[in-house]
């Protein structure tokens, strides 16, 4: 069997990988709060633990890995958005507009995750879900001593954890002196964390023992992975933005609740991202989202393509010349493999992966045996990296991805929208139904924006699929 070696964030070491049970193989990742759609950067984390997952499945087998990433679904900014919905007339409870919110936000997570190749995870829990074990190990850490209670709020003392920052190398004076720290005048001491604090009328809440209120952030993690995965498991990863606070303080609280168990053993950390070599933000103009890529037609393998030419360690830089340079290259690999049977990977890309997921590596063989003609071995071992695969997300030819498909379909899918905001229903269920029969599911949310998913690129030839399009094009009055 292959060793893995992964670089420990907690011991700033390159560590051989062992696994506490090789017949269940814990990782748990810090997902998205889903109150907006995922931005570029949000998506490094996905493509950097989807290969580590694919690489633990390959190792010890698809059945022996456990996988969990989160989302969640309580924060002021979901609530915010529930609100304006609230005061734009919408008759439904807060409540309901939350959970619409999230609902939505989801949905648009999944798909543009999925247009990416990334697979989904074997848990996908949402806070809310687990409000009960979030309110048990608060109970538990007061109980213990290291949280207190004061003024419907629940906070853990952090100087009762000697080995607070650990993880980012720094002590508690330190952070003080060089952190924004919430100063609020019931804390016993500025570090000291939020685990539960109360709720208005307005906002969401749950009964507690300190009153109506909602969770904190961070406990929410602890709770999920201590239900999902028990007291130790294997890897934890997530940003390096999210080291501290948000990994610090779940260590703290969770070895003060299980002090027996271990938490997580393995701490793994991805880069940030920079677009043409500059922070991406919105006032620079250079933010945007992954279906802000997808709809401009850079195809989603491109994307991540893009994202592996760079180790997850680095800072990666998005520009367009590598995502022109990925399309070319995965165009000539597609042709090599057209009709290829899987088999094996090359031993060299697994030992790419297995060295603290060496892509950049694994893709520099992936050019060898391209250049060599090892059509087999090509395929098999893209695969591995969720490149070039036969699954759902990554089976569309290079016309399907083309910008002429994409742009056709992204014209269509606002004829359809426009039918409905007018109550054309004919027309627009006539519309959506001939797309289906294409292979193109669409989606509307609540705020009226589309949104279409590739469901089945073997139904039609790429001419019978071409002709089509521009019949329906036309019966729009879009020729364009």
């Known amino acids: 069997m292959v060793t893995i070696r992964l670089t420990n964030s907690k011991t700033r070491k390159k560590e051989d990988f062992v696994p506490l049970d090789p017949a269940n193989v814990r990782m748990y990742v810090c997902g998205p709060t889903v109150y907006d759609r995922a931005h570029l950067g949000n998506a490094r984390p996905v493509m950097v633990f989807d290969v580590l997952y694919r690489l633990l499945r390959h190792v010890y087998g698809a059945d022996h890995v456990t996988y969990v990433r989160n989302f969640t679904d309580v924060d002021d900014k979901i609530n915010a958005e529930a609100q304006r919905r609230k005061a734009a007339g919408r008759a439904e409870s807060l409540e309901a507009l939350i959970r619409e919110r999230t609902e939505e936000t989801i949905a648009w997570y999944h798909a543009d995750m999925d247009a990416l190749g990334a697979l989904r995870p074997d848990h996908e829990p949402r806070a809310t879900e687990y409000i009960g074990p979030m309110v048990a190990m608060t ?25 607070y920052g650990a993880l980012s190398g ?60 028990g007291e130790s498991f294997d890897i934890h990863g997530g940003g390096l933005d999210l080291q501290f606070p948000h990994h610090e ?68 830089d998005w520009t ?56 087999v071995a090509l395929a098999s071992s893209a695969s591995l990296l969720g490149l070039l695969g036969n699954d759902l997300s990554r089976r569309q030819s290079e016309d399907n991805q083309s910008e002429v498909f994409r742009g056709a379909v992204n014209r269509l899918a606002r004829a359809w929208i426009e039918h409905r905001r007018t109550k054309d229903w004919a027309r627009a269920d006539r519309l959506r139904d001939e797309l289906s029969l294409l292979g193109v599911r669409l989606v509307v949310d609540k705020t009226n924006h589309s949104s279409w998913a590739f469901e089945n690129p073997d139904i039609l030839t790429e001419d019978e699929r071409r002709e089509k399009l521009s019949a329906l094009l036309r019966l729009e009055g879009d020729e364009e």
């Not at 685990?195 to 709770?223: D, N, T, V």
């Not at 790419?352 to 893709?363: E, F, K, R, S």
């Open 249 to 316: 303080n779940e260590i703290a609280q969770s070895a003060c609740a299980h002090p027996h168990g271990t938490f997580a053993r393995y701490w793994l950390h991805n880069e940030m991202l920079q677009v043409e070599g500059k922070k991406m933000s919105k006032s620079l103009g250079n933010f945007f989202t992954v279906r802000d890529l997808l709809d401009q037609g850079v195809p989603g393998e491109v994307i991540r393509f893009v994202f592996l030419m760079t180790h997850y360690r680095k800072p990666m």
């Open 139 to 163: 109970e538990g850490l007061i109980g213990s001593g290291h949280a207190y209670a004061v003024e419907g709020h629940v906070l853990f003392r952090v100087r009762s954890y000697a080995a």
């Open 170 to 229: 720094r002590s508690v004076d330190d952070m003080i002196a060089g952190a924004r720290v919430e100063v609020a005048p019931f804390k016993e001491d500025p570090m000291d964390f939020v685990l539960w604090k109360p709720s208005s009328e307005e906002e969401p809440g749950w009964e507690s023992p300190w009153g109506r209120g909602r969770p904190g952030w961070h406990i929410e993690c602890s709770a999920m992975s201590l239900e999902l995965l």
């Open 320 to 375: 367009a010349e590598k995502a022109a340079e990925a399309k070319a290259t995965l165009r000539k690999w597609r042709k090599l493999v057209t009709g290829v049977k899987l088999g094996q990977p090359s031993r060299e890309v697994v030992e790419c992966l297995a060295d603290d997921l060496n892509t950049a590596g694994a893709i520099a063989v992936l050019h060898r045996l391209a250049s060599s003609g090892d059509a």
